[in-house]
Nanobody, 118 residues
Framework: QVQLVESGGGLVKTGGSLTLSCSAS????????MGWYRQAPGKQRELVAS???????NYADFVKGRFSISKLFAKNTLWLHMYSLKPEDTGAYYC????????????WGQGTQVTVSS
């Protein structure tokens, strides 16, 4: 079992920035992929960004150029750096980590709320 704890959410004005952190109880170096989803009220959860073990990244079109995902194996931590935030970025943000060996499975954090005011 791997536990993920997110932090860094909050209230920010349009155009502002936030950095979300996801701290893992297990070693991220063994994970196949990891990233962030978000869910706005009344909407389905959607992928925001993901990063592979080799640092290759993938971003949803709606955050390209504004968000950046990074990780540091030494700290077992994943980050989502968010810039130029818009009201439509409001929602609960969840980190996930997927393992195909070891603690095989996909693990989720409890979520952290991001609210962008207009």
């Amino acid at each position: 079992q791997v536990q993920l704890v997110e932090s860094g959410g909050g209230l920010v004005k349009t155009g502002g920035s936030l950095t979300l952190s996801c701290s893992a109880s297990g070693a991220l170096i063994g994970a196949k992929t990891m990233g962030w989803y978000r869910q706005a009220p009344g909407k389905q959860r959607e992928l925001v960004a993901s990063i592979l073990n080799d640092d290759s990244t993938n971003y949803a079109d709606f955050v390209k150029g504004r968000f950046s995902i990074s990780k540091l194996f030494a700290k077992n931590t994943l980050w989502l750096h968010m810039y130029s935030l818009k009201p439509e970025d409001t929602g609960a943000y969840y980190c996930y980590v997927q393992y195909t060996v070891g603690p095989s499975g996909t693990y989720w954090g409890q979520g952290t709320q991001v609210t962008v005011s207009s």
